[in-house]
């Protein structure tokens, strides 16, 4: 159903300028077509992609067709209406456009957000440069996951600012993955990727949480370190701080650690194991002070994927399971860590069968 606003806007449209052109219909049976004859029945990835590859041209053209037109046609909202047209004729599409005003001689920006139904990596961000005969897709950005962006004012620079973010679904352990992108319109009709996580982490962005708000970005995520083990809790994570940068794109501002105790841990129990294998008795009398300990250790003591149990708040004492590997056979152990004014230190070791 058009929106009661249409009918009005389409009759002012017609007096102003031609009817919209023939090859609007034509790109609606194609859509509709593409999307299900092609897409609903692709059976690999390469087809599916080709496939999500033509939707996304037929809905560039369609938009540029409405910006290259006078008013009120290149009108966000006529765009919008336009773009409804081919949800209704194949519903697997989210077709969505934001319209960033110019500043300073710059020309308007309009934001597309387009991602398709059940398809990974089709979250796909357009930017289209200007209005008239001059318009076009300046920039295409497809990754997988939610695709959302933030418009931000311009500051006193005078420069449009998108925010692009691609969340995926909640994983086992609380986490998610996360690209984040900025693009500005520094020049008059240009558009660039002035940042990205993709950059900061080339092997992808997995986070707890995360907050944009103009000017600033702010991702928490798991810290890599030895010790880590998959959904424990009190765990140590970094929290980082962006803020723009004068020179463009995000400048880290501060790093906030959270949990640091378990990362000191998992490197005190990493150094003990590797002393084990290694017989190096030195690191060992740094790890477990009291000679009797030591001289119980077996030199086989592996860690175990297991969590710890901490006590204390922040924790001041550690039970850790390990096992011993003696002749095929894994034997469990329970170890009991006590941190101290030289750091953690091995205070008491007992395997769970007598």
């Known amino acids: 159903m058009r929106p009661p606003w249409f009918a009005g806007l389409l009759a002012v449209g017609l007096l102003l300028g031609p009817a919209l052109p023939a090859s609007a219909q034509d790109r609606l049976e194609r859509f509709r077509t593409i999307g299900r004859e092609r897409l609903a029945v692709a059976t690999d990835d390469a087809e599916r992609t080709r496939a999500v590859g033509e939707l996304y041209e037929l809905v560039d053209a369609e938009v540029l067709d409405s910006l290259h037109g006078e008013e009120p046609f290149s009108s966000p909202e ?8 081919m949800t209704e004729a194949w519903g697997g599409a989210t077709l969505k456009v934001i319209r960033v005003p110019g500043a300073s001689g710059r020309v308007p ?21 200007g209005t008239g005969p001059a318009a ?14 933030q418009v931000w004012p311009a500051g006193a620079d005078r420069v449009a600012r998108v925010v692009a973010l691609w969340s995926g679904a909640p994983a086992a352990h609380g986490v998610r993955s996360l690209h984040v992108e900025l693009w500005e ?9 002035a940042w990205s996580t993709g950059s900061e982490w080339p092997n992808g962005l997995w986070v707890s949480d995360w907050r944009a708000r103009p000017g600033e970005l702010t991702v928490r995520y798991p810290a890599s370190y030895p010790g880590w083990k998959p959904g ?4 140590t994570e970094q929290e980082d701080h962006y803020r723009l940068s004068a020179a463009g794109g995000f400048a ?11 990362r000191e841990f998992g490197a005190a129990a990493e150094r003990l194991f590797r002393a084990l294998a290694a017989g190096n008795e030195r690191a060992l009398a740094e790890l477990a002070p009291a000679p009797a300990l030591r001289a119980r250790l077996p030199r086989t003591l592996v860690a175990e994927s297991v969590c710890e149990q901490a006590t204390g708040a922040p924790p001041r004492a550690v039970t850790e399971a390990a096992t011993e590997v003696r002749d095929g056979r894994r034997l469990p152990w329970t170890l009991s860590w006590t941190r101290g004014p030289h750091g953690w230190r091995l205070s008491a070791a007992k395997p769970v069968l007598q």
Request: charged share 25%.
């Open 78 to 85: 006529f765009i919008r209406d336009r773009l409804d047209a």
């Open 109 to 129: 920006l309009t934001v597309g957000l387009y991602s398709v139904a059940g398809v990974e990596g089709s979250g796909s961000l357009r930017l289209y440069a």
């Open 136 to 149: 076009s897709l300046a920039a295409v950005s497809t990754h997988d996951g939610l695709l959302d962006a």
């Open 185 to 193: 319109s520094r020049d008059r009709d240009q558009v660039r990727r």
């Open 232 to 235: 424990c809790a009190e765990q």
């Open 252 to 262: 880290l501002a501060r790093r906030q650690v959270w949990n640091g105790w378990h």
